[in-house]
């Protein structure tokens, strides 16, 4: 059983940043592979970026290349999302989930609560 907790969202202005942090806790948890997924009222959940066990593989949603960047700390267990050049269209519940690296949300198997990011204009 893995756990995973979010923090750092908030409230930003357009052209602001946030980093998000997944802090992960439980058996083997720094061996699955990370993604963030984000959900605004009333759309589906999306695929943001994943990065693999090791750090050395990551991938992202078209809709935030060269803006969001994925890391992660294994010695403490902590998945970071470096968010920068915020638009209010990113405004959503982010979460982060542990599981086989891909961008379905369907392949992974743990998920955090949830941290909300709200993108003022």
């Known amino acids: 059983q893995v756990q995973l907790v979010e923090s750092g969202g908030g409230l930003v202005q357009a052209g602001g940043s946030l980093r998000l942090s997944c802090a992960a806790s439980?058996?083997?948890?720094?061996?699955?592979?990370v993604g963030w997924f984000r959900q605004a009222p009333g759309k589906e959940r999306e695929f943001v970026a994943a990065i693999s066990w090791g750090g050395g593989r990551t991938n992202y949603a078209d809709f935030v290349k060269g803006r969001f960047a994925i890391s992660r700390d294994n010695a403490k267990n902590t998945v970071y999302l470096q968010m920068n050049s915020l638009k209010p269209e990113d405004t959503a519940v982010y979460y982060c989930?542990?599981?086989?690296?891909?961008?379905?949300?369907?392949?992974?198997?743990?998920w955090g609560q949830g941290t909300q990011v709200t993108v003022s204009s």
């Open positions: 989930a542990a599981g086989p690296q891909s961008s379905s949300w369907r392949q992974y198997d743990y």
């Open positions: 439980g058996r083997a948890s720094s061996t699955y592979a």
